[in-house]
């Protein structure tokens, strides 16, 4: 089965996630940026991270979050898009 044809099905919550990251614009030009995590089941925001940096590290600590707001309760199928 293709990606997207898991993406486009009826899918139970925390199997699969979407991932983005965009700009904030703020006082006179100042960026901020926000990564977000969402389940595609729930169109629920379950872990985001703000940061004045576009360094990988608002990646690593937007998945950090994703992990503890799942409690160790990771889907076996889980995948993130």
Same mark, same amino acid.
């Given at each position: 089965m293709r990606k997207s044809d898991v993406l486009n099905q009826e899918e139970e919550p925390g199997? %699969?996630?979407?991932?983005?990251?965009?700009? &904030?614009?703020? !006082?006179?030009?100042?960026?901020?940026?926000?990564?977000?995590?969402?389940?595609?089941?729930?169109?629920?925001? %379950?872990?985001?991270?703000?940061?004045?940096? &576009?360094?990988? !590290?608002?990646?690593y600590r937007t998945l950090e979050k994703l992990a503890e707001a799942l409690d160790g309760n990771i889907h076996p199928e889980a995948m993130i898009h």
């Open positions: 199997k %699969v996630f979407l991932t983005d990251i965009t700009y &904030l614009q703020y !006082r006179g030009g100042q960026i901020s940026y926000l990564s977000c995590i969402k389940d595609v089941a729930t169109r629920e925001i %379950v872990a985001y991270e703000i940061s004045i940096s &576009l360094k990988m !590290r608002i990646v």
